[in-house]
């Protein structure tokens, strides 16, 4: 069974760093990307981030390029968004979804299949 589960949010205050986590299970990451999306209260789904293995490619939304970072770790079978100098505007619940294999990265939420419950990243001080 296809499975994702995030973990890692928190409070932070602005300037700080988390790095949230993506555990897979039930699929190969060599072949099926990831992405992370957030949402935050009174706003559209946004596409943050997405890692290919199998084309060895990363994609990032502008509001996040140069802070955050995408990797994947395939002996742990996840993959990390490591979030640097948050701003409040960063607050939202963060999702990571798998794409259909060999299929690329993508900003679109409908693009994805099975999506996790979601981490809670609050940004304030």
């Known amino acids: 069974q296809v499975q994702v589960v995030e973990s890692g949010g928190g409070l932070v205050e602005p300037g700080g760093s988390l790095r949230l986590s993506c555990v897979a299970s039930?699929?190969?990451?060599?072949?099926?990307?990831i992405g992370w999306f957030r949402q935050a209260p009174g706003k559209e789904r946004e596409g943050v981030s997405c890692i290919s293995l199998h084309e060895s490619s990363t994609l990032y939304a502008d509001s996040v390029k140069g802070r955050f970072t995408i990797a994947a770790d395939k002996a742990r079978n996840t993959v990390y968004l490591q979030m640097n100098n948050l701003k409040p505007d960063d607050t939202a619940v963060y999702y990571c979804?798998?794409?259909?294999?060999?299929?690329?990265?993508?900003?679109?939420?409908?693009?994805?299949?099975?999506r996790g419950q979601g981490t809670e990243v609050a940004v304030s001080s």
């Open positions: 979804a798998v794409r259909p294999r060999f299929y690329s990265c993508s900003h679109s939420w409908n693009d994805f299949g099975t």
């Open positions: 039930g699929f190969d990451l060599d072949y099926q990307a």
